[in-house]
């Protein structure tokens, strides 16, 4: 696990911005962007031996970054997982023959391979725990005169591992337990999984309310066509009760599925669901005809990907009354997201539930033998609070403000600080691991402003005859907390190198970070950074400032 944190710490060398290129440069382009550097740094054109060993490591760069980017296989690597792809042991096999979508697969088959490689050492398990709270006496008090008790009125823990055999063969197993009111129940299942050449086939046996076996499978009919079923028997003391299931899927477009599912058994029903979703909502629609209730379901998601937020409406209307629900989902952590919404209807009366869904890597390891096991947890907690039998307008409404405000207090005293902290700790982790190259990177950002004086020369002089894009003054770094002024010891100045930039009076930079430009580097790693640009165009003094990320064209 260390080697897997250090390259991931590593710093990746940008070829596009070490080239003033965008991500999708013409040949045309990139050819253009390494004559003009090579017009700089090529040791040929420096006559003094210490300009021309700086010139050999600025021009070993351009080089580096134009045979990657100018030859379609390597570029399609590396825009596809980036430097360490053009490291990555196996590619000696891949024929450059190959188009880049060839390659993007070999890389992807490469990637199952060394998956295959660990099979053996991983299982997902994935649990489930549901608490019902029953609050219906803080709205609805049966004695004015007693505190309102809140109370646990039910309880379930569900818990599943699957333990690949081989690459087609899989050992699931089940457990789930269930407490109400002082009664329980409880059951366990093992089920041995086969994935055929269009489908796959389970056979699973279990125990609990009586012994069960069933039998499932599906099978892919075409590019758009699925088929999924199964049996089970329950072998209870009053006889063998069985159920039959299916379900039929159809691709209807790119971004539509269809489905029709029957289900025989004690609770019979048919199901028809259209689910629609895209990168920015997600709409699902179902109408169920069964034993005892006949409903219609209709959802819809609204996703905010840049805030990592979804919200979700829903409502289901049919023979046992009608039920609307809305609410919101938040990530905070990366492997880790919050739900909560409230659900108002009749007969259910108004219901607050609040969802904790965590993914985490368990590291397991035996010192006899030096077996290590990496194993990915998915776990969620559900808290469904029942707040009232009945519509109340007090219930309601407390039921929507509450999450908001422990959201934002929880965020502002615990969630903000602890990220802040984390920050902090991996921008320390990346400086220690990378302090020998962002000092090398400074170094060299310090010679290639040296060798560009010539250049800057010869570009400010064109630019100042014909009144052009003449550049006063550039500084790149972090801000002051309480100024808008610059860091001196976190900034530097790069009036040289963005000068050397301006073509025909014109000066574009692209979306990424400016630290790989030629004559730029990090002063302050894991810090917000900025570019102020002091500037005349048409003998007009001018001054812009940007993000770091953010592009500029200049005039």
């Known amino acids: 696990m260390a080697s897997d944190n250090e390259s991931e710490a590593e710093l990746d060398e940008n070829y596009y911005t070490f080239l003033n290129l965008p ?32 010139a050999e490591i600025m021009f ?18 590396y825009d596809s997982v980036g430097e360490k792809g053009l490291k990555t042991e196996g590619w000696e096999i891949v024929h450059r023959t190959k188009t880049p979508a060839e390659i993007r697969d070999e890389y992807q088959r490469l990637a199952e ?17 549901t608490i019902n709270v029953n609050a219906t006496e ?22 599943s591992i699957e333990a690949p055999i081989t690459r087609k063969d899989m050992i699931i197993m089940s457990g789930n337990l269930y407490s109400s009111n002082g009664t329980g129940s409880g059951g366990f299942m093992v089920a041995g999984r086969r ?57 209807l477009d790119k971004h539509t599925v269809g489905s029709l599912t029957l289900n025989a058994g004690p609770q019979s029903s048919l199901t028809t669901q259209i689910d629609h979703s895209n990168d920015n909502h997600a709409i699902s629609t179902s109408f169920v005809i069964g034993t005892p209730h006949i409903y219609f379901n209709i959802s819809y998601t609204r996703k905010m990907m840049e805030n990592e937020l979804k919200l979700k409406l829903a409502t289901k209307v049919g023979t046992f009354g009608f039920m609307g629900e809305y609410g919101v989902e938040k990530k905070v952590s990366k492997y880790s997201s919050v739900i909560a919404a409230v659900s108002i209807g009749v007969p259910s009366g108004v219901i ?6 965590t993914v985490s890597l368990i590291i397991c390891k035996v010192l006899i033998g030096l077996l290590f096991r990496i194993l990915r947890s998915n776990q969620s907690y559900v808290f469904p609070i029942h707040l009232s039998d009945e519509i109340v307008p007090a219930a309601v409404f407390y039921a929507t403000v509450t999450p908001v405000i422990a959201w934002f207090l929880i965020k502002k005293s615990i969630m903000d600080p602890m990220e802040a902290e984390r920050k902090s700790m991996e921008v320390e982790r990346t400086k220690r691991q990378n302090e020998q190259r ?25 630019e100042q005859d014909r009144r052009g894009l003449v550049i006063k003054r550039a500084i790149y770094g972090c801000l002051s907390e309480d100024s808008p002024q610059f860091k001196a010891e976190a900034s530097h100045d790069v009036t040289i190198p963005i000068q050397c930039l301006v073509r025909d009076g014109t000066l574009q930079l692209y979306e990424s970070s400016k630290s790989d430009l030629p ?16 500037y005349t165009y048409n003998n007009v003094l001018k001054t812009v400032k940007v993000k770091d990320t953010e592009s500029l064209r200049l005039p």
């Open 23 to 54: 991500r999708d440069a013409t040949s045309e382009q990139i050819n253009t962007a390494y004559r003009k550097q090579s017009r700089i740094y090529h040791p040929d054109k420096h006559m003094e031996p210490e300009n021309k060993k700086r």
């Open 60 to 77: 070993n760069r351009t080089k580096r970054a134009y045979e990657v980017l100018s030859d379609p296989h390597q570029r399609a690597i």
């Open 113 to 129: 391979a060394a998956e295959d490689r660990r099979l053996q050492q991983r299982t997902n398990p994935r649990g489930n725990i």
């Open 138 to 159: 803080i709205f609805t008090p049966y004695d004015e005169s007693e505190m309102p008790r809140v109370e646990i009125g039910s309880m379930s823990i569900a818990q």
């Open 195 to 251: 994935l055929l050449n269009k489908g796959w086939v389970e056979l699973c046996v279990g125990a609990g309310n009586g012994f069960l076996l069933g039998l499932k499978g599906g099978r892919t009919l075409s590019s758009k066509l699925t088929l999924n079923g199964g049996t089970n028997m329950n072998f209870q003391e009053n006889g063998v009760i069985p159920a039959v299931f299916s379900s039929l899927a159809v691709q």
């Open 352 to 357: 607050l539930k609040f969802k904790f869904v």
């Open 438 to 462: 962002l000092t090398a990177k400074k170094l060299e950002a310090l010679a290639a402003i040296h060798l560009m004086q010539s250049t800057y020369n010869r570009i400010l002089t064109e």
């Open 519 to 534: 004559g730029f580097y990090d002063p302050s790693l894991g810090d917000d950074k900025f570019l102020s640009i002091e």
